[in-house]
């Protein structure tokens, strides 16, 4: 789950991690009293999003013209002028894809004299198991281009979990950012309290592009972008309550309600299978027969009748889906569950697009028996590609 900036921030000043003074606005006005709150005479207005590359981005709408989602207001009239031009317009980034996102928030922060900006970040790296420190000089809006053309400018530090932070972590992440001076204290207390909260908060991403040294030479992080592990936030209640509905896919809020792994695709094949590993799969095979999945969708390992029928609810509500393939591998859910299930689902929404469904596993015969005997429309298929050549010939068929 992801939140917005606004709230990285209040987690920071819980956790005595050194940020601007700033405030949210969901209006035009509040965004004018918020400006007024603060010390001046420069303010930073900021879209809340939950994509990156604001700075760059532009606007649809042409009342907003082309500037970005961040932007430099040197009076309180200017704040009010662009928060009229962001608020209830669609932000376009390089993260947003082409549709981009409704800004529905904003953040307006006070000012900082900035002499350089750093990058730090801090994310679960799955190679060593440990939670991992990024730390680059280059920091900023071209920290993807850094990565792709200069990768040697960035540094990688990863934390053993028996030890947990020691001070020469803190010291090396300085002397990375070549820091020197008091300011190498100052990096040790913030990377301190940085892998504090990444582990307390069960966060599997934590980035701070820019991390700017001030001109009196004081840190301070100026952005937060924060993941967190949603099988985790059971036991955190309070980050929970920072969910932005509005910044979801309704397809994959309503998939969350039945515990379905779904992400939407722009394809025309709806896949159901069960495994993060046997979907990635799937969906190779259908690139690889000249189309593209329209979803990805996993049902888990013990999926029951009602959750199938649910997968198939979400998969129709596509309506550029053409076909859809199921692929299944029978371990610890049985393939007479999911024949059951793709039955009943069929019956119940008059599934008109073509159906092919590949079983393989416990009571797979079972199950292949109640498909053929149900009187419906359901191409059987013995193995991945056959499943795969099924339903893209089939697709093709109708146009």
């Known amino acids: 789950m992801n939140i917005h900036e606004y709230q990285a921030k209040e987690l920071y000043r819980q956790y005595g991690v050194p940020t601007g003074m700033g405030y949210p606005a969901f209006t035009v006005e509040e965004a004018a009293v918020a400006a007024g709150k603060l010390p001046g005479p420069v303010y930073v207005v900021k879209a809340q999003i939950h994509a990156g590359g604001r700075g760059k981005g532009s606007f649809k709408e042409a009342a907003a013209g082309a500037k970005g989602g961040v932007r430099i207001a040197k009076s309180v009239d200017e704040v009010r002028q662009f928060a009229q031009e962001m608020l209830g317009n669609t932000l376009v980034t390089i993260q947003t894809g082409a549709s981009g996102r409704k800004v529905n928030r904003l953040y307006v922060e006070d000012g900082s004299a900035i002499e ?152 025309t094949i709806g896949c159901l299978v069960n495994g993060a590993g046997l979907a990635m799969a799937t969906m190779d095979i259908i690139k690889l027969y000249g189309m593209e999945p329209a979803n990805f969708l996993d049902v888990g390992g013990g999926a029951s009748k009602e959750k199938v029928q649910a997968a198939f609810k979400l998969i129709l509500a596509d309506t550029a889906v053409k076909g859809i393939l199921v692929n299944i591998f029978g371990g610890i859910m049985r393939c007479d569950i999911i024949a059951e299930g793709v039955i009943a689902a069929a019956r119940e929404m008059h599934i008109t697009v073509p159906l092919v469904v590949r079983l393989e596993g416990t009571n797979v015969e079972l199950g292949k028996k109640m498909m053929a005997e149900s009187g419906l429309k359901i191409v059987p298929a013995d193995n991945l590609a056959d499943a795969a050549k099924k339903i893209t010939d089939e697709v093709r068929k109708v146009g």
């Open 116 to 267: 350089r900006e750093l990058y730090l970040s801090a994310l679960v790296d799955r190679a060593t198991s440990r939670v991992a420190f990024i730390v680059s000089q280059a920091g900023g809006m071209d920290i993807e281009q850094v990565a792709h053309d200069t990768p040697e400018k960035i540094m990688t530090l990863s934390i053993d979990p028996a030890t947990g932070f020691m001070p020469h972590h803190g010291r090396k992440v300085a002397f990375a950012l070549g820091l020197s001076g008091k300011q190498v204290g100052a990096c040790g207390t913030l990377v301190e309290n940085l892998y504090r909260m990444v582990v307390e908060k069960d966060m599997s991403l934590l980035e701070i592009n820019p991390l700017v040294v001030t001109k009196d030479g004081n840190l301070i992080c100026l952005d937060g972008k924060m993941d967190f592990d949603s099988n985790a936030l059971y036991r955190h209640p309070e980050i929970l309550a920072y969910r932005d509905l509005d910044e979801e896919d309704p397809m994959e809020i309503e998939a969350s309600k039945h515990d379905l792994a779904f992400i939407k695709l722009d394809g």
